[in-house]
Nanobody
Framework: EVQLVESGGGLVQAGGSLRLSCAAPGVTFDDYVIGWFRQAPGKEREGVSCISISSTAPNSYYTDSVEGRFTISVDNAKSTVYLQLNNLRPEDTAVYYC??????????????????WGRGTQVTVST
């Protein structure tokens, strides 16, 4: 397991932007899959995006509702994965979590496939 720390959440108006960070101090993300999930009150945890940091064929995934609005990226030098959130909508309001796992080539979208989790950061989008 690795220690993950999210930051960057906040309150923003609809149409605004935020950049979430997922830091893993001292970790090199080679061969990791890093996922972003969110959970709104009363709802199940949902896979939002993930990136498989394979040295041979990196791949990423976005759930349909965020495709074209969110972008996942990685800075290995800073041991940080980012999730850029653009054109935010009220329905994007949730606690956002990052998670990590190893041993997969393709991106994973199910929470049970991850073994390290951060504590989450709140994103609130007002109308």
């Amino acid at each position: 397991e690795v220690q993950l720390v999210e930051s960057g959440g906040g309150l923003v108006q609809a149409g605004g932007s935020l950049r979430l960070s997922c830091a893993a101090p001292g970790v090199t993300f080679d061969d990791y899959v890093i996922g972003w999930f969110r959970q709104a009150p009363g709802k199940e945890r949902e896979g939002v995006s993930c990136i498989s940091i394979s040295s041979t064929a990196p791949n990423s995934y976005y759930t349909d509702s965020v495709e074209g609005r969110f972008t996942i990226s990685v800075d290995n030098a800073k041991s940080t994965v980012y999730l850029q959130l653009n054109n935010l909508r009220p329905e994007d309001t949730a606690v956002y979590y990052c998670a990590a796992t190893r041993g997969f080539f393709l991106c994973r979208t199910a929470p049970y496939e991850y073994d390290s989790w951060g504590r989450g950061t709140q994103v609130t989008v007002s109308t």
